[in-house]
């Protein structure tokens, strides 16, 4: 039902009320058969189900398997170890990624907790859940409005709705019937659960509680929409299925090449299977992970940018499209007087400075000053003329029925009436030619075509001491103030440098068409001549929708309905969206976007609860300072991926190899584990502190459908396993005994991951670079990986628990050549890599030219 075309007497009918409001026994008999006003809570997950998610990870069932099956075997003490690094991953896990699904709670705090309504013609005080359809609510200025009314009589009645439109001027209500097709912000004879009495008062009919309300539609729009996952979450689950195969492969071939090539017992394939699996599986890698993300949370957090979950770091990176409202996030949030068209410039100063409501003594500051922020703008515009007050004699309140203002003042002996209202009216009312008043109608519109607001301003000396409408009659006009809430100049940077890094950039506004497009061109945005309105918006299938958003950046007068679509639509087009909000109004559209961003400080709790990231300085630019950095995790994610993996898999070489050759496991999981944790306690922390490189911001966003690993990466991991494990497993078959065949092979393992870590640094690069030494972490890695292994080869306790022994001089030597030729090699290969690539992507682009 569109309430808004109903007239008065016609919304009462068919509510089955009066004017007088509902007997009690009416209220009671509503309320039992349509239930309260109230949001319905949508079932929250069991705490139990929140921590075991974390546990049900591929590669940590395969982790779990193998520890059962040690303790079946009576391996206690190495499945127990095997065991413990699950558990803590798992928790790690639970306790870094948790989320609160909070914004229920924040819109029921948007509800008026009471209501004054009319029972039988008496005011009464009730809760607001008991409020019915029907019901008269009587409004007043500060009060949060319960429940959605057709308005029924008003008394200068404002009301602020940027919770719902994000405009923050309140607007002017009207108990008028509007015949044509309205969104929320045009329909003028409504009000809204939710928002916000600015001044006068009211009455209003009941004609939407609970659920059907706008705020309801809001709630429910947000209980619907399924969390979104994240790419990095997507590209590591990816990765553990990859992972997993190659696990499954090997293992299905030693079990059937050994049995059949050597006849080995399944005791012993059994134990060699549960090697492979320990030494395979990177369980450290999870913990690096979050520890890399949550560096990244901190360093953001100082930024100013609040990251609530962990991945949505790296989604900032991954970002393709940022969606951002307008008032406030691209703007200032502050109307300002932006143009001024008169001849009389020292006199539209003195009207602006009289013909208002907000300043009433000279020594008050602008900046303690509140209220209308139309005449806030023209007081900061005169501010520094130190103008003084004229007392006010008489005074004429501006209405929307009207569109003017006036005050009275004594001037000499006589009196001067200041008036400023709409253009239109003040030359209706003015003494002027045809000719002034087509130039002055000219000048108005070409300020409103650059979507400033215009105001006009005039006077009239008189005799009388009365203010009256009637009086208001041969005005002299005296000009024009264009104004308008303008852009920041960091947004213009921001913009600028996010088009640079490949990112789109669309402003999705509750503001009329003229005002977008003019902001919209300030800021750089690319395709301007064409805006897409709420209306049109609604004459569109979503087929067509996802059609046009690629070729349109500014959507206008929209809904939260049309933000949410919007963004839906851009996510089909395989776009990695980020979007920006501050009212209930954004909410869903924030849950919705790959990267919900809320606004700090003038931002809604709702659309805090709903976001992923809160801009603590509600600064458009911080955003794309947040993308740099996402950015830069990534790249160091993926470098500590790409350090991991080769080590891993020349463990499990290593294991493989020596049932081959059908001799003994060459290390036991606990020196594997020990080679896995330690790696990870020192080495793999390091990469994670490398700086941004030189195209962070200047490379368009990364490919989403590719993995972690392409196939250079692939190379690079097998080539280097082989490198680490082949040198190592013959250095250690060289000697006699098993603890110092283990020894070598450790240290071997360990050092050759030591060196290959600061290949890492760069892809291409060489490792060895000024950025090398700005690496603190790097070398206190280095130095603490050195204290753990000196403790495990020559300590008799590290001996021990173990299982190793001393080294030599010569044998350490040996062992260090073999991992500076490892050094040697990837440093070379990187280079002969760069070569081709480059060779590669100039003909690709060569061809594109053609």
């Not at 553990?240 to 079990?255: A, D, E, P, S, T």
């Not at 399944?266 to 560096?295: D, K, R, Y």
């Not at 995790?633 to 020349?650: C, E, M, V, Y």
Request: hydrophobic residues 45%.
């Amino acid at each position: 039902m569109k309430w808004y075309k109903q007239s008065v007497e016609e919304s009462l009918n068919k509510l089955d009320s009066q004017t007088t409001g509902l007997t009690k026994e009416e209220r009671d008999a509503r309320l039992k058969n349509n239930g309260p006003n109230k949001i319905e809570e949508k079932e929250q997950v069991q705490l139990w189900r929140k921590v075991a998610k974390h546990f049900t990870d591929l590669l940590m069932i395969v982790l779990i398997v193998a520890a059962l099956l040690k303790f079946a075997t009576g391996e206690v003490v190495e499945g127990g170890i095997i065991f413990l690094v699950v558990i803590v991953n798992g928790f790690v896990g639970y306790w870094q990624e948790r989320k609160a699904e909070e914004s229920l709670d924040g819109l029921k705090q948007m509800m008026g907790q009471e209501a004054v309504v009319l029972n039988e013609g008496q005011p009464i005080k009730v809760n607001s859940e008991e409020l019915v359809q029907g019901d008269i609510v009587i409004l007043k200025s500060g009060d949060v409005i319960p429940a959605d009314l057709r308005l029924i009589e008003v008394h200068d009645l404002t009301i602020e709705e940027s919770i719902l439109t994000g405009e923050s001027e309140a607007v002017e209500k009207t108990i008028e019937t509007i015949s044509e097709d309205a969104l929320a912000g045009d329909q003028l004879n409504m009000a809204f659960s939710g928002t916000l009495v600015q001044t006068g008062s009211a009455r209003g009919v009941v004609i939407a509680v609970g659920e059907a309300t706008e705020i309801g539609k809001i709630n429910h729009a947000l209980q619907s929409i399924q969390t979104q996952t994240t790419p990095l979450v997507k590209k590591m689950h990816q990765l553990n299925k990859q992972i997993f195969r190659g696990i499954l492969v090997l293992i299905l071939f030693l079990l059937f090449f050994t049995s059949f090539r050597y006849g080995m017992d399944w005791g012993l394939l059994f134990s060699a299977s549960i090697a492979l699996i320990v030494a395979m599986i990177p369980e450290g890698l999870p913990a690096v992970l979050t520890m890399i993300l949550s560096m990244g949370v901190k360093k953001m957090a100082d930024e100013n940018a609040i990251i609530k979950g962990m991945p949505a770091v790296e989604t900032l990176g991954s970002m393709t499209v940022i969606c951002s409202d307008k008032t406030g996030t691209l703007t200032k949030n502050e109307m300002t007087v932006q143009e001024l068209v008169t001849e009389e410039l020292p006199l539209i100063k003195e009207i602006m400075n009289n013909c208002q409501e907000l300043k009433t003594k000279d020594e008050q500051m602008i900046e303690e000053i509140q209220g209308n922020p139309t005449e806030l703008a023209l007081l900061k515009y005169i501010a520094e003329e130190k103008l003084q007050l004229k007392p006010v004699l008489a005074k004429i309140p501006f209405s929307s029925s009207y569109k003017y203002m006036a005050t009275m003042h004594r001037e000499d002996n006589n009196h001067v009436i200041f008036v400023k209202g709409a253009p239109e009216v003040l030359l209706e009312k003015a003494e002027i030619t045809n000719e002034a008043r087509h130039q002055w109608e000219k000048r108005g519109l070409d300020l409103a075509s650059k979507g400033q607001r215009v105001l006009g301003f005039g006077y009239k000396k008189v005799a009388s001491e009365e203010l009256t409408h009637d009086l208001l009659t041969g005005l002299t006009f005296v000009g024009l103030a264009g104004i308008i809430d303008p852009p920041k100049e960091s947004a213009i940077q921001a913009v600028q440098q996010a088009q640079q890094a490949g990112i789109s950039v669309k402003m999705i506004t509750g503001d009329h068409k003229a005002t977008a497009q003019a902001i919209s061109e300030q800021i750089g945005l690319k395709h301007t001549s064409k805006i897409l309105e709420g209306t049109d918006i609604d004459h569109m299938s979503d087929e067509a929708l996802a059609d046009a958003v690629g070729q349109v950046d500014v959507f206008a007068r929209t809904t939260p309905d049309h933000k949410l679509r919007i963004v839906t639509a851009l996510q089909k087009k395989e776009e990695i969206v980020g979007m920006t909000g501050d009212g209930v109004n954004d909410a869903p559209a924030l849950k919705q976007a790959d990267i919900g961003i809320a606004m700090g400080i003038k931002g809604s709790e709702v659309s805090k609860q709903a976001a992923d990231m809160v801009l603590a300085d509600d600064n458009f630019y911080t955003i794309v300072k947040a993308v740099k950095e996402g950015r830069r995790i990534f790249d160091n994610l993926q470098k500590t991926i790409n350090f991991f993996l080769p080590t891993a898999l020349a463990q499990g070489l290593i294991v493989i190899l020596a049932l081959l050759m059908n001799r003994p496991l060459p290390l036991t999981p606990i020196q594997i584990l020990w080679v896995n944790m330690v790696t990870t306690i020192t080495l793999s922390y390091a990469l994670g502190f490398e700086q941004a490189g030189r195209d962070t911001m200047t490379r368009p966003p990364r490919d989403t459908k590719k993995g972690i690993l392409s196939g250079y990466n692939f190379f690079r991991i097998l080539y280097v396993s082989l490198l680490i494990m082949i040198p190592a497993y013959f250095l250690a078959m060289r000697f006699e005994g098993a603890a110092l065949q283990q020894t070598i092979l450790l240290q071997s393992i360990v050092l050759g991951q030591a060196v290959y870590m600061i290949n890492c640094r760069e892809k291409f690069d060489p490792a060895i670079n000024r950025r090398f030494f700005k690496n603190k972490f790097l070398f206190l890695s280095l130095g603490i990986l050195f204290v753990l292994q000196l403790g495990v080869v020559f300590l008799p306790l590290g001996q021990q628990l173990i299982g190793t022994t001393s080294l030599s001089l010569t044998q350490q030597l040996v062992i260090l050549g073999n991992a500076l030729l490892l050094f040697f090699i990837v440093e070379l290969e990187k280079r002969i890599s760069k070569e081709i690539f480059r060779k590669k992507e100039k003909t690709i682009s060569h061809y594109q030219k053609d």
